[in-house]
């Protein structure tokens, strides 16, 4: 586990997603944390169909997974999620109380990532209805880290993206491919530096 990327978005993120994971290489070393606002039957079908179609090993996210780099592990926004060093590794914790006022899932998956990884987490935010993950890019900008905004002519919904996109003054003009890139590079350019918990 050399470098994290939490991806975050709704429903009509699967599209950006179907684009986005079977074009990163397993090479690339560390592991993807995706969150879909969306119920749980419907993100495991989706996981079953990801998994088939890419090089990545794609899994669904349980609690008291054990991170490893070549993994992408998608959730549901049904719970917390947060990663948690235990005996020299990255674990995931759920629980129950997704969706509070102050903040969603992806918002703390985002900020439990950037005060372990630092500068070695990227965040990203596709097309999806809830504002939910721009908090969690402040954390990760604040300790360094990198963060990526989908192009908001590609999504069908835009108020993830464009909040963080002008508070933050993110390049707006990344589409898939491009997305798919800057997190190969991310990952490939952190590949020899392995850290632990």
Do not use: W
Not at 37 to 51: A, G, I, R, T
Not at 142 to 157: A, Q
């Amino acid at each position: 586990m050399n470098f994290l990327t939490v991806i975050g978005c709704g429903e009509s993120g699967y599209a950006n997603l179907l684009k986005i994971i079977p074009a990163l290489n397993p090479e690339m070393g560390g592991a993807l944390c995706v969150v879909i606002h969306d119920k749980m039957k419907n993100v495991e079908s989706f996981v079953q169909y990801l998994d088939a179609i890419s090089d990545f090993e794609v899994t669904l996210g349980q609690n008291g997974t054990t991170l490893e780099g070549g993994c992408c592990y998608v959730f549901s926004n049904e719970k917390e999620i947060q990663v948690s060093p235990y005996s020299g590794h990255y674990t995931v914790q759920m629980e129950a109380g997704a969706d509070s006022e102050n903040s969603g899932p992806i918002d703390t998956l985002m900020s439990s990532a950037a005060s372990l990884f630092k500068n070695r987490v990227a965040g990203v935010l596709l097309s999806g209805k809830k504002s939910d993950g721009s908090e969690g890019m402040r954390k990760i900008l604040d300790e360094k880290g990198t963060c990526f905004i989908l192009n908001p002519e590609h999504c069908l919904h835009k108020s993830m993206t464009s909040g963080p996109l002008e508070r933050y003054n993110l390049q707006g003009d990344l589409d898939e491919t491009g997305l798919a890139v800057r997190i190969q590079k991310c990952h490939f350019d952190n590949k020899e530096n392995v850290i632990t918990a």
